[in-house]
């Protein structure tokens, strides 16, 4: 199919309601956009149709035509005649076709459903009080909307193993599954690392792992969230929460320039884990093992939760701030380094400082290692297109500030404010780190942050607002998850507080940060913060940075412009 | 061999002398008719089976030539021939015959059948319990590769065709022909879902493919010998040809018979052509067509009106053998395997395990087939085993509804039919030994006393 042809959008029907949608569709998909729910199990948008679970069984009826001429028959009403097929069709495997009708309430599609129902639970150990899945479990669901509520079962179920660990992070319960193949077709189709099956037939049938491998492909974590049933749980999240108690916020992966879109799920201020959300245009359903772990950051052994100032650790942020910002006023040769990680606003905010406080470089730690093609790519800042885009910087970052190491060389630098980036990562040596003062800002321990003079506590993406440009550049954002550990403020206040310091007045909210990011900079003429919709927004980006040579290569949805295809 | 068979396939099988070599063959005018066809157009030969109206022995008795016609040639995919010899329906042993026997008679069907769809590479699926079998194919390909007969240039046509035999592993879900094709793709025989992939478009390798049974082929052998409208001459119209019928059970002389379409009753059938019953026993039930069709009662009778708008009244005795003769009773031929049951037959018990094999056979893949067959087992080898409950009949037959119909492929219809068929036509005896168990039990309520241990 071409996707660039405007597809003409054909009439069918659900339960009477009339729907429009380009032909091809499959009648759940249908059904979901008249609103209505076909419930399945082994379909999934993203994964190749199986039919195998039978629970989206619904009447099918096929407008009548007359053989000889074509033409459609109508009724003595004028009305197209319907001719409903006796035997009952799954609808994931029916595509639409104009005129086509399904019905999912009639007594035989009602009884399809109940029939599969019923025997989905037969011999599922029905031991929900005790299953991680309990709350968001699709058997749970469909039980209550289609069981009957007691079992007619009297016979042993079936035994099958349990808690087998199937790879690192993905541990098993065979007798819970359903075969619904979901999790096979993903490591076929999406992470091709073929090595989950079945074994055994019949009702026997078992959920394995090939002999002598894992499942432990960056992807795996993946198969428990398509899971339908308490099948596949995380090792990680296994018996920590009921997922019924957990806030979730809208947040984005900060592993890469792709921008995974994800949820993030808290209690009480406690962050238990990280799911992918649906995002057609980025990462469909999908997100790495590694991209989940980055929550653990916030309550690490590392972390910065006061301000420093001479190796002191204080109470008062806001008098190191001020040392911070005394630090960079006076004869003083500045050097500004900021960060991919942070969000856009953070960025603008700091470029600010940058020039009021007179900086003579400003420069950014670049992080570039191998994509692998799906949802992590080169380029492992999350917004590099972002400090582009604000002016913090005019070319790609460079993972050595050796313009750095030259000007401390050469005594054109003796002050540097760090923003979240480690210097010695970056290349600058310890005899270079000690000629220079440094001001640090962040959210972790470093060897920078040990060697600065002040240093204010930061937050971390979950512990605030803000957006991300992603490789696409597709403005995304991400929202506040959990309160900040930090004792400070968030990153935003802190700037806006140095900038107080040199007399210029920033409101450090939000949407006044975007309302003057907005005004300033042209291609976020008319955006909000609020105006950002989920999805995230695709920016129009003056051409001087369309042409820089990115670092990215193909992933998912994402094809680098063709030049750039050239550089490794 | 009795006064009204008409042996066409089954001619010079269990003939005195008539070995599985080439040289029996050839001497018996081998290859001939497969030299006469190389010089004919494809189409041709399609039309041939087209008009002979064979229609196939597997099992469904879909016409073959209208299975041909749906081949899509357009796509410039490669065709593909893949024969049928997953003979696994109980009570089916007509394939095996052939195989054995006369192996030369399926190359030259095959042969001929892999010519007119145009298939360079053609399969012969053979059931994993027959190795003799595969073994025999493998030497009679090789014979007929030494004469020409198959390979490249065949007896310098131009025309080149392979055959390969692939073993089965043991699995009834093979003789699906999508399951097949799946296995014989090298994975686990899952039948594919229709639509999208029928054979005839997207078989194997994605690929425009024929399945056709074995029995299928050797007739197509004929059909290009004596001409479709000759060969539809035989039998009655819309049964045409002969069929092999595989009788077993409780007659004097089981066996595989061939007749013409419609030549006889099913009474004739046992009494006559089988030798009847044991002595002192009575005709209970007759399984027209392999385990999985419907079962009849001996004292059925089937009215209805036919398609000439005729009305009939037909006892089990007076059913004609054939596609359309045994439909009437509302069962089908299938493979035509007749299993016959006198009155030593405990309905529970035989019920028990045809269902215990439809369990072990269910693939697993669709929910309904997977869990009612093993559900269907556990209650009637429960049944079966002193722990009969009076509700088990009801029971019974609302899980087997829940299957027919709503399946991926016909082993759902497989499994739940015989239940079906078993507990609506004998449901008294079904009751009658809820109720002598229950009296039996210790508890006298009723229920289950001790769980029956299941395997």
Redesign the interface.
């Known amino acids: 199919m071409n996707d660039d042809k405007k597809q003409e959008l054909i009439t069918v029907y659900v339960d009477d309601r009339e729907v429009r949608v380009p032909p091809g569709t499959n009648m759940i998909e249908a059904a979901a956009k008249a609103g209505i729910e076909v419930p399945h199990y082994c379909y999934h948008p993203k994964l190749s149709v199986a039919g195998n679970c039978r629970m989206c069984m619904v009447e099918l009826g096929m407008p009548e035509k007359d053989r000889a001429t074509g033409k459609p028959v109508l009724d003595n009403e004028g009305n197209q005649k319907v001719m409903w097929i006796p035997k009952p069709a799954i609808a994931c495997a029916t595509k639409a076709m104009p005129g086509i009708r399904i019905k999912t309430k009639s007594d035989l599609a009602r009884s399809c459903q109940e029939g599969v129902m019923e025997f989905l639970l037969v011999n599922h150990p029905l031991d929900c009080p005790i299953c991680d899945q309990a709350g968001e479990c699709r058997l749970q669901e469909f039980a209550t909307d289609y069981g009957r509520g007691y079992s007619r079962f009297v016979e042993e179920k079936n035994v099958k193993p349990k808690r087998t660990l199937l790879g690192p992070r993905v541990m098993l319960d065979d007798e819970r599954c359903i075969l619904c193949s979901r999790c096979v077709r993903f490591c076929q189709e999406i992470a091709d690392d073929d090595v989950l099956g079945f074994v055994d037939r019949g009702s026997y049938t078992t959920l394995t792992c090939y002999p002598g491998k894992q499942l432990e492909n960056n992807y795996s974590l993946n198969t428990v969230d398509i899971c339908p049933v308490g099948a596949l749980t995380s090792t990680d999240f296994r018996f920590k929460m009921r997922p019924w108690f957990l806030r979730e916020t809208h947040s984005i992966c900060t592993e890469s320039s792709v921008g995974v879109n994800t949820v993030v799920s808290s209690r009480e201020g406690k962050i238990h884990r990280i799911t992918p959300r649906r995002n057609d245009e980025v990462n469909d359903t999908w997100m790495a093992d590694s991209g989940r772990e980055l929550y653990k950051q916030v309550e690490a052994k590392h972390r910065l939760l006061k301000a420093v100032v001479d190796s002191f650790e204080t109470d008062n942020v806001g008098g190191a701030i001020r040392e911070a910002a005394d630090l960079l006023k006076g004869e003083r040769k500045i050097a500004f380094v900021g960060s991919g990680r942070s969000s856009v606003e953070e960025q603008f905010l700091f470029k600010k400082l940058a020039d009021q406080a007179g900086a003579r470089l400003t420069a950014l730690v670049g992080r570039v290692a191998e994509g692998d093609g799906l949802l992590i790519s080169a380029d492992r800042n999350p917004n590099v297109r972002g400090a582009l885009v604000t002016g913090l910087i005019n070319e790609l970052p460079e993972a050595e500030l050796s313009d750095l190491e030259d000007a401390i060389d050469k005594e054109e630098i003796d002050t540097v404010v760090a923003y979240n980036e480690d210097l010695s990562a970056a290349g600058i040596s310890e005899q270079q780190l000690a000629k220079v003062t440094i001001i640090y800002v962040g959210t972790h321990f470093n060897e920078t942050s040990a060697r600065a003079r002040v240093v204010l506590p930061a937050s971390t993406v979950f512990e605030k607002n803000g957006s991300f440009i992603n490789q696409q550049y597709r403005l995304q954002k991400f929202l506040q998850a959990v309160p900040g550990r930090a004792e400070g403020q968030d990153d935003r206040r802190i700037l806006a507080g140095m900038l107080a310091e040199f007399g210029v007045l920033v409101s450090p909210e939000i949407d006044d940060v975007w309302a003057e990011m907005s005004e300033t900079i042209e291609t976020f003429r008319d955006i909000g913060f609020m105006k950002i919709p989920s999805t995230g927004l695709l920016l129009d980006p003056p051409s001087h940075l369309r042409d820089l040579r990115y670092p990215e290569g193909g992933s998912l949805h994402y094809e680098p412009a063709k030049e750039e295809a050239s550089v490794t | 061999m009795s006064a009204k068979e008409r042996r066409i396939i089954l001619k010079n099988i269990d003939q005195h002398g008539y070995g599985n070599d080439i040289d029996t063959y050839l001497e018996h005018g081998g290859y001939e008719i497969w030299k006469k066809a190389l010089q004919r157009k494809p189409e041709e030969l399609r039309e041939e089976v087209k008009r002979s109206g064979v229609r196939g022995r597997g099992g469904a008795g879909f016409p073959a030539g209208m299975k041909w016609s749906f081949l899509d040639f357009k796509s410039g995919k490669p065709v593909y021939l893949v024969c049928n010899a997953d003979e696994s329906e109980p009570g089916t042993f007509k394939d095996r015959q052939i195989i054995y026997k006369d192996p030369h008679q399926l190359i030259e069907g095959m042969l001929i059948s892999a010519y007119a769809i145009t298939a360079k590479l053609a399969f012969i699926y053979i059931r994993g319990e027959f190795p003799d079998g595969a073994r025999i194919l493998e030497r009679a390909i090789e014979e007929a590769r030494s004469k020409n007969f198959l390979g490249k240039d065949i007896l310098g046509t131009g025309f080149s065709c392979e055959i390969h035999v692939h073993r089965g592993a043991g699995?009834y879900?093979c003789g699906e022909e999508t399951g097949l094709i799946e296995s014989l793709e090298g994975k686990?025989p899952?039948p594919r879902?229709k639509?999208?992939y029928f054979p005839a478009a997207l078989g194997l390798y994605m690929c425009p493919t024929i399945v056709n049974n074995v029995e299928t082929l050797c007739n197509v052998k004929h059909i290009a010998e004596m001409g479709g409208e000759e060969y539809a001459k035989i039998g009655r119209p819309g049964n045409t040809g002969t069929r092999i019928w595989c009788v077993s059970g409780h007659v004097r002389k089981p066996g595989y018979y061939e007749f013409e379409g419609g030549a006889l009753t099913l009474g004739e059938l046992i009494y006559d052509i089988c030798g009847g019953l044991h002595p002192g026993r009575k005709l209970k039930a007759v399984i027209p067509g392999g385990s999985s069709m419907k079962i009849l009662r001996a004292d059925e009778r089937f009215k209805g009106t036919d398609r000439e708008g005729n009305n009939f009244d037909f006892a089990l005795e007076d059913l004609i053998l054939d596609f359309d003769g045994i439909a009437v009773s509302g069962s089908l031929s299938g493979s035509g395997g007749i299993i016959v049951m006198d009155d030593t037959t405990d309905m529970v018990d035989a019920l028990a395990n045809v269902s215990a094999f439809y369990?072990?056979?269910?693939?697993?893949?669709?929910?309904?087939c997977?869990?009612?067959?093993?559900?269907l087992k556990?209650?009637l080898h429960?049944m079966s085993h002193g722990q009969a409950r009076l509700e088990d009949v009801d029971?019974l037959k609302?899980?087997a509804d829940?299957?027919p119909?709503?399946?991926?492929c016909a082993l759902g219809e497989a499994a739940a039919w015989p239940v079906q068929s078993y507990v609506a036509k004998f449901r008294d005896e079904f009751i009658a030994k809820a109720e002598n168990q229950a009296a039996g039990r210790t508890n006298g309520d009723g229920g289950?006393s001790d769980?029956v241990q299941?395997v």
């Open positions: 699995a879900i686990r899952y879902i639509p999208p369990a072990h056979e269910s693939c697993g893949q669709c929910t309904p997977r869990e009612g067959s093993l559900w556990k209650i429960r029971l609302s899980v829940q299957i119909g709503r399946t991926i289950i769980r299941l």
